[in-house]
């Protein structure tokens, strides 16, 4: 798609509105629209925004940072390529944009989209090409008469019954994501009653954050005109399972290389197929893991899913096939070893702002790419199971079990501040302390609530 094909779409599609959507630093999507009669021109000069959004958090309150106030503004400018028309809103299509500064038109250093893109070239700078997706898992709620909610129906993981139950709503979805681009790869009734999961086709990094917004945005609202409410906050419902958004990834090698077009993760006469190269990324992974969960897991709310023995991971550890280690190195398939190797990162929900989440994995990665960081041996037990003397000699540690201690932990983490810019890191940080300081006083169930409606 050219700024030339989005125009014949949008009259094609006898569209009113535009929307020129972003995700900001309280993992939010927000933006504006243009009536389509202004869409040309919109498109070629962007939509002015005030630069205090990218200090407005989670819970819409300022948060103090300089440069961030009710003086200059950033424009929102769209990438033709990502234009979809919303087969839940009427007349109505999307695009995804960049920030760019007002004075000279350049990315402005507070976009995360635009962070993404600098660790996509860094990667590109060592060879490699970063491909990506994410396991989508939501609750689908009712609304209660009280002002509350409840879950949408009350099947048992991967029953049959829960495919029934919601039947309608995910057909729709699907047929939705479908029409906008996006490719299904598998669907599923998950753990918590009214729970859901799907699973995207892998992508280059950028398209794999970019499905991240569309998919939340496709479910969203299909579930609404089915009269449900679908949330992707991390616990909605303090006692049932919770959501993650676990990022698969994988590292293939740059065109004009010699290793061009294979998966660089991928060698098969090593233990679980695992390249040294895969070793020093998931090496740079858990070494950076304490801060990147700032970014990965980005609310309060988050904390209550990552506990020891929740299949959520709560140790810096990796293993093959566990599910309780950070990172998992999946099985892959029969007959497609090569192509399907990948990595997993388990920490990892929907509160995050997927460019900044996976730009910053891509981040800690490539420093353990360079350093030739050695993971250890992988985990082959619960690590919550091992004594605390076994994980201190492993080299095992908690992961920080607030948003607070995340944030502690990122503010010390000097390669992950390096690669986010200090007007970025800066701003990131005062939003996610002002949405932390503003649920400290909340009850477990008052903080669940208002994540339900935030996600």
């Not at 929102?76 to 500064?101: E, I, K, N, Q, S």
């Not at 698969?248 to 006469?269: D, I, K, V």
């Not at 920490?347 to 353990?368: C, E, K, R, V």
Request: with cysteine; proline share 5%; net charge negative.
């Amino acid at each position: 798609m050219n700024a030339e094909t989005v125009l014949d779409e949008a009259n094609r599609a006898n569209l009113r509105l535009v929307r020129f959507l972003y995700c900001d630093n309280g993992g939010i999507v927000r933006g504006k629209a243009t009536h389509v009669e202004g869409l040309a021109r919109r498109m070629a000069e962007g939509i002015g925004q005030t630069l205090a959004m990218q200090a407005f958090a989670g819970v819409d309150a300022l948060a103090a940072v300089a440069g961030m106030g009710p003086v200059g503004e950033f424009r929102l400018v769209p990438d033709p390529a990502t234009f979809v028309v919303l087969p839940y809103a009427p007349h109505t299509g999307m695009m995804l944009c960049d920030m760019l500064r007002q004075d000279d038109r350049q990315p402005w250093e507070a976009c995360p989209r635009t962070f993404l893109k600098r660790m996509i070239a860094r990667a590109g700078e060592l060879g490699m090409v970063v491909r990506a997706t994410v396991e989508h898992e939501f609750y689908l709620v009712r609304e209660t008469a009280d002002g509350g909610y409840e879950s949408y129906d009350r099947s048992l993981c991967y029953s049959s019954i829960g495919f029934d139950a919601t039947a309608e709503i995910l057909d729709d979805v699907i047929a939705t994501l479908e029409r906008m681009g996006v490719q299904v790869e598998q669907f599923m009734p998950e753990l918590g009653p009214g729970q859901q999961e799907l699973s995207i086709a892998h992508a280059e990094a950028l398209r794999a954050a970019d499905n991240v917004i569309l998919v939340r945005e496709a479910v969203r609202g299909v579930a609404r005109r089915h009269g449900a409410l679908a949330s992707f906050a991390a616990k909605p419902f303090l006692d049932q399972a919770g959501s993650g958004a676990h990022i698969h990834f994988s590292l293939w090698g740059a065109p004009g290389t010699a290793h061009a077009g294979r998966n660089l993760l991928y060698a098969p006469a090593t233990r679980g197929g695992l390249s040294a190269l895969g070793r020093h990324f998931v090496g740079g992974v858990l070494a950076h893991l304490p801060a990147l969960v700032a970014l990965t897991c980005a609310s309060p709310n988050s904390y209550r899913r990552l506990l020891p023995h929740f299949w959520s991971s709560a140790y810096t550890a990796y293993g093959f096939d566990n599910r309780e280690g950070a990172i998992r190195v999946p099985s892959p398939f029969w007959g497609r070893e090569a192509e399907s190797t990948n990595l997993e990162l388990k920490p990892a929900d929907h509160s995050g702002n997927p460019y900044l989440a996976i730009g910053a994995l891509i981040a800690a990665g490539l420093d353990g790419v360079r350093r030739e960081l050695d993971p250890g041996e992988p985990v082959q037990v619960d690590p919550g199971n091992l004594s605390e003397d076994e994980r201190e000699r492993r080299g095992i540690k908690r992961l920080p079990e607030s948003l607070d201690a995340a944030l502690d932990a990122l503010e010390g983490d000097e390669t992950l501040l390096e690669a986010l810019g200090p007007l970025e890191a800066r701003a990131y940080v005062a939003v996610k302390r002002l949405e932390s300081a503003y649920f400290a006083d909340k009850t477990p169930e008052e903080e669940a609530r208002q994540h339900v409606y935030k996600y």
